[in-house]
C-alpha cells in the first residue's frame, strides 16, 4: 500500500514541476576548457544542454565561476544570463 502512496506522491511532484516552464537557479564552472557547470543542485551541465546567447558565445570562463542561470523546458536546457560577482572568503 505504501508503494502505491510514493508513486502517487512522485507522480503529482512531477506534474507539478512539469508546469513551471521556467525557473531561475545558480550554478559554478566547474570545467572552463570544456563548460561544465554545476547546479545548485548539483547536476552536471555539459554544453549539450547549455543555451549560448551572442553575450556569452565564445566567452572564456574561470574556475569556480559563479553563473546566473534560466533553466528551461523543465530543466532539459540552460540559458546563461549573467556572470554573479565572486564572494569573497567568510561572505554568504
Do not use: H, W
Amino acid at each position: 500500500m505504501n508503494d502505491i502512496s510514493d508513486i502517487i506522491k512522485l507522480l503529482a511532484k512531477e506534474a507539478i514541476e512539469g508546469d513551471k516552464p521556467v525557473s531561475v537557479v545558480t550554478g559554478k564552472v566547474t570545467d572552463p576548457k570544456r563548460l561544465t557547470i554545476e547546479t545548485e543542485q548539483k547536476l552536471q551541465l555539459t554544453e549539450d544542454f547549455i543555451i549560448m546567447t551572442t553575450r556569452f558565445y565564445g566567452a572564456s570562463y574561470e574556475q569556480d565561476e559563479r553563473l546566473l542561470l534560466l533553466r528551461c523546458d523543465g530543466g532539459q536546457r540552460y540559458v546563461i544570463l549573467d556572470r554573479l560577482p565572486k564572494i569573497e572568503e567568510g561572505e554568504k
